[in-house]
């Protein structure tokens, strides 16, 4: 098998074409968009293939032929057709204010107003984008194509900043509202983005803009299929752990076919080691901020419930959990249900890159001390290794004892009664340990499942200020959850932890084991 080069990085469909880089046909559905409709949305998370495939569309559009040699749509295109593109980016640089935004997109239209070769007059943003457009097609005798990448990041580069937010919203819309009013002269418009803004606050107008996000035929438009890493980088899986390959990376869905994030795959194939790339390119440290703010309940958080509204649903003053912990791309669809001709939501984490690093992160925000939650993590996964129960209750009795007083008096999270059960969750989920919540629907009281080294330990921890009645043991057993388990015929042990969070200890830690029969 030829290996070729790896396109990190790299978001130019000439450069991947004429470099000889791997590269997985994403033609079809760039035809498929340019044949079945006029104005299309699509957002993405960042670090997705967005760019690249907008670059697709602009050189199918200007008639590259030579670039589609080979490729899916390549005689299915007539590329004696050749179209004016102009296009419109705002992933460069941070612009803090409407000036540095009109400064921007003043740049923007001079760079395609030298590129198309025509001199739009109009000194306003929107007079002169409507008269670029006018002009484009008048020279070219074909109607223009409009490409805008990262639609929202001025908005999204400021969303700590609300009045700020609101200026750039209204300075894109000002530039978006032009799209509608040059209907007759647009052949194609495509925007993509990472969020989802409502179509009033920032499209006004825009009617038929077609939202192609959660739509089962384009689930795959960015991305890699399974089947793409077993054909077009056979060669690099050679040598990995291909179901390892798939349970860190692959599991992205927007109601099709599941896909991997690019930039993932491809530093896994150049380091040949499993690390959260993805992951750690952006710290998410707005979303870690809103979830500690929101108080979120964390065992439940790779089981959040929306309908389509929720889930498209955001704005500066409005942001919904579920919105955007989805839309970022830490949640992706894992059911789609259709009640009453309403569109409901079952969500999950994509992978355990996502799974254990978010946790990982909330984890060292909750916590007081991040070098012993560090310890504490490696010291967990230890005790687990060889069964020692007893360093594992000494292990949870030093982690809550050691958080300093004042901490937890000034710390409004530790006041919240669901952080206790949150932060025992958390520590295995950080692992990345397989993890099934049976019963997580009071604050106080956690029941789960951890398969981990060929064997099953079923947990329940309470609150015993909050859940006081009962042993936590008994509790365990009288619900019988070993009983589902026992089929898999490997050891099996029922753990039984109170806390009390006055006495702010581990007050008991039952262990009943079963072998294997």
């Given at each position: 098998?030829?290996?070729?080069?790896?396109?990190?990085?790299?978001?130019?469909?000439?450069?991947?074409?004429?470099?000889?880089?791997?590269?997985?046909?994403?033609?079809?559905?760039?035809?498929?968009?340019?044949?079945?409709?006029?104005?299309?949305?699509?957002?993405?998370?960042?670090?997705?293939?967005?760019?690249?495939?907008?670059?697709?569309?602009?050189?199918?559009?200007?008639?590259?032929?030579?670039?589609?040699?080979?490729?899916?749509?390549?005689?299915?295109?007539?590329?004696?057709?050749?179209?004016?593109?102009?296009?419109?980016?705002?992933?460069?640089?941070?612009?803090?204010?409407?000036?540095?935004?009109?400064?921007?997109?003043?740049?923007?239209?001079?760079?395609n107003r030298k590129q198309l070769d025509i001199d739009p007059q109009q000194p306003s943003i929107s007079g002169n984008f409507s008269e670029m457009i006018r002009q484009a097609h008048q020279k070219y005798g074909q109607r223009a194509v409009v490409l805008i990448d990262e639609y929202d990041k001025p908005i999204l580069d400021n969303i700590t900043n609300p009045d700020i937010a609101r200026q750039m919203r209204d300075g894109l819309r000002n530039l978006y509202s032009v799209i509608k009013g040059q209907d007759a002269h647009i052949r194609f418009a495509f925007l993509t983005g990472v969020s989802k803004f409502s179509k009033v606050s920032l499209f006004s107008g825009l009617n038929n803009l077609e939202d192609i996000t959660v739509n089962a035929a384009y689930s795959a438009i960015c991305g890699y299929s399974e089947t793409d890493v077993d054909t077009v980088f056979a060669a690099e899986v050679d040598?990995?752990?291909?179901?390892?390959?798939?349970?860190?990376?692959?599991?992205?869905?927007?109601?099709?076919?599941?896909?991997?994030?690019?930039?993932?795959?491809?530093?896994?194939?150049?380091?040949?080691?499993?690390?959260?790339?993805?992951?750690?390119?952006?710290?998410?440290?707005?979303?870690?901020d809103i979830l500690t703010e929101r108080l979120a309940w964390l065992p439940e958080l790779g089981r959040l419930e929306s309908d389509a509204e929720l889930l498209s649903t955001f704005d500066i003053d409005d942001m919904p959990t579920e919105a955007l912990m989805f839309q970022a791309g830490y949640l992706t669809i894992d059911r789609e249900e259709n009640l009453g001709d309403a569109y409901f939501y079952r969500l999950r984490f994509p992978?355990?890159?996502?799974?254990?690093?978010?946790?990982?992160?909330?984890?060292?925000?909750?916590?007081?001390?991040?070098?012993?939650?560090?310890?504490?993590?490696?010291?967990?996964?230890?005790?687990?290794?060889?069964?020692?129960?007893?360093?594992?209750?000494?292990?949870?009795?030093?982690?809550?004892?050691?958080?300093?007083?004042?901490?937890?008096?000034?710390?409004?999270?530790?006041?919240?009664?669901?952080?206790?059960?949150?932060?025992?969750?958390?520590?295995?989920?950080?692992?990345?340990?397989?993890?099934?919540?049976?019963?997580?629907?009071?604050?106080?009281?956690?029941?789960?499942?951890?398969?981990?080294?060929?064997?099953?330990?079923?947990?329940?921890?309470?609150?015993?200020?909050?859940?006081?009645?009962?042993?936590?043991?008994?509790?365990?057993?009288?619900?019988?959850?070993?009983?589902?388990?026992?089929?898999?015929?490997?050891?099996?042990?029922?753990?039984?932890v109170e806390f009390s969070k006055e006495r702010r200890t581990v007050i008991a830690f039952d262990v009943e084991t079963f072998m294997d029969s």
């Open positions: 098998m030829t290996r070729k080069k790896l396109p990190i990085g790299i978001q130019t469909f000439r450069e991947i074409r004429e470099d000889d880089c791997y590269y997985v046909d994403k033609t079809a559905y760039a035809l498929k968009l340019a044949v079945e409709g006029k104005y299309y949305f699509l957002s993405r998370p960042r670090r997705f293939g967005k760019s690249l495939f907008l670059d697709t569309l602009a050189e199918l559009f200007v008639g590259n032929e030579a670039l589609f040699q080979g490729l899916y749509c390549h005689d299915k295109w007539d590329w004696t057709r050749q179209y004016p593109v102009i296009r419109i980016s705002f992933a460069e640089g941070v612009l803090h204010s409407r000036a540095d935004l009109d400064e921007k997109i003043g740049e923007i239209l001079d760079f040598g990995l752990d291909r179901d390892k390959i798939k349970d860190w990376y692959n599991g992205y869905n927007w109601t099709g076919e599941s896909v991997y994030n690019p930039f993932d795959l491809l530093l896994l194939f150049r380091e040949r080691q499993f690390k959260p790339f993805w992951f750690e390119t952006g710290t998410p440290t707005f979303l870690i992978n355990r890159e996502v799974y254990q690093s978010l946790y990982g992160r909330l984890l060292r925000t909750w916590t007081p001390d991040a070098q012993a939650e560090v310890r504490n993590r490696k010291s967990l996964y230890r005790l687990l290794q060889s069964n020692d129960f007893e360093g594992l209750q000494n292990l949870f009795t030093a982690f809550y004892a050691g958080i300093p007083h004042d901490w937890y008096r000034n710390n409004p999270i530790a006041q919240y009664e669901g952080y206790y059960a949150s932060v025992f969750y958390s520590y295995f989920a950080a692992l990345g340990l397989t993890v099934t919540l049976e019963d997580a629907t009071n604050h106080g009281r956690i029941d789960m499942t951890v398969h981990f080294n060929r064997q099953i330990y079923l947990f329940e921890f309470k609150v015993v200020e909050l859940v006081p009645e009962g042993k936590a043991l008994r509790q365990l057993k009288e619900k019988n959850y070993a009983e589902k388990y026992k089929a898999e015929g490997v050891p099996m042990h029922l753990i039984g």
